[in-house]
């Protein structure tokens, strides 16, 4: 889980999100970056309509500089017609 610094002071961080595909199954041979306008524990949502297969992503926020990354899958791959995609993180499941 990403533990993110709470902030009382006002001071709104600046916050950025995208996902990296590299070779991970989406685009093979290539390296793509999706940026994204937001994310939820069970989705994400692209800033543009995109269509891709179901594959592995790397899931890449940072705030105020500080970087975040977690492997995610594209459990039902992403899709123009559906603002929503769902997301799985790797690093939650058990290995067998």
Known sequence: ??????????????????MTLADLGCIPGRTSTIALSHSGGTFVIASEPVELPPCDADLVYTIDERRF????????????????????????????
């Open 1 to 18: 889980m990403i533990n993110i610094p709470q902030n009382k002071s006002g001071f709104s961080p600046r916050v950025r999100m995208w």
């Open 69 to 96: 990354e977690r492997r995610v899958r594209l459990v039902h791959g992403m899709t123009a017609a559906k603002r929503e995609t769902a997301i799985v993180f790797l690093d939650d499941v058990a290995p067998f």
